[in-house]
Nanobody
Framework: QVQLVESGGGLVQAGGSLRLSCAAS????????MGWFRQSPGKEREFVAT????????YYADSVKGRFTASRDNAKNTMYLHMNSLKPEDTAVYYC?????????????????WGQGTQVTVSS
């Protein structure tokens, strides 16, 4: 059973930066495409970013393009989300996820495993 654990969330002022990490265990990390989603109160979970098995292909939501960067270290079974120029509207619980295929996906139902989430709060 694959387990995903997010870390790195917290409180930051608008314009600041955070780096989220997602540590995977119990599976073959290098075979999975990975994703980041977020959910804020009263809203549906929304796609943020996805990265393929090798890390060479990434896609982003328009709302974060140019500010967020997804990366992965397959030797460490870890994926990252580097978030810059944070805005109050980025406030949400951020979830990492993995799918049993190496190609990227933007829909939540394409993913097979989910972490518990980490809170990111951006103050104005």
């Amino acid at each position: 059973q694959v387990q995903l654990v997010e870390s790195g969330g917290g409180l930051v002022q608008a314009g600041g930066s955070l780096r989220l990490s997602c540590a995977a265990s119990g599976g073959t990390f290098i075979s999975y495409a990975m994703g980041w989603f977020r959910q804020s109160p009263g809203k549906e979970r929304e796609f943020v970013a996805t990265i393929n098995w090798r890390g060479g292909i990434t896609y982003y939501a328009d709302s974060v393009k140019g500010r967020f960067t997804a990366s992965r270290d397959n030797a460490k079974n870890t994926m990252y989300l580097h978030m810059n120029s944070l805005k109050p509207e980025d406030t949400a619980v951020y979830y990492c996820c993995a799918r049993n295929r190496g190609v990227t996906a933007r829909a939540a139902n394409e993913y097979d495993y989910w972490g518990q989430g980490t809170q990111v709060t951006v103050s104005s």
